[in-house]
């Protein structure tokens, strides 16, 4: 079976990015390995089972630059799914992650939308059923 692997998220600084992940909202780190035109790949994978991977990229470019912090076009680019909604959303706010709403539950869920290290929406959902 075909799937998405990972999405790449284009930022300014690998190294924050993975403090950033692997901080508050709790991601491992798989791949850290320089490439020889002083990239890097870096990978941080969901959880088995659960969907894509994060691939950050550091944005070379003015063009690349330009999209960090507004790479969905200000709506939210990713969800993280919480079994847990009460104590994920704890554990990023008491982790400074910025929440833009109070969590709100919706036909489909749970939900609060936050911003992520350079200001992409993502939204904490915890979904129904």
């Known amino acids: 079976m075909r799937r998405i692997a990972l999405v790449t998220l284009v930022v300014d600084d690998?190294?924050?990015?993975?403090?950033?992940?692997t901080g508050a909202p709790g991601f491992r780190l798989a791949e850290?390995?320089?490439?020889?035109d002083g990239s890097r790949r870096v990978v941080q994978p969901?959880?088995?089972?659960?969907?894509?991977?994060?691939l950050p990229a550091r944005a070379r470019g003015e063009a690349r630059a330009a999209r960090v912090g507004d790479q969905a076009g200000g709506r939210g680019?990713?969800?993280l799914h919480a079994d847990d909604f009460a104590r994920d959303h704890a554990r990023m706010t008491a982790a400074g992650m910025t929440f833009?709403?109070?969590p709100?539950?919706?036909?489909?869920?749970?939900?609060?939308?936050?911003?992520d290290l350079y200001g992409n929406r993502r939204d904490l959902l915890r979904p129904a059923g």
């Open 14 to 21: 690998c190294d924050e990015a993975i403090r950033c992940r």
């Open 32 to 36: 850290d390995t320089p490439r020889p």
């Open 46 to 54: 969901g959880e088995p089972g659960t969907g894509p991977g994060l």
């Open 77 to 79: 680019g990713f969800c």
């Open 100 to 102: 833009l709403e109070e």
């Open 104 to 115: 709100r539950h919706e036909p489909y869920g749970t939900v609060a939308v936050f911003r």
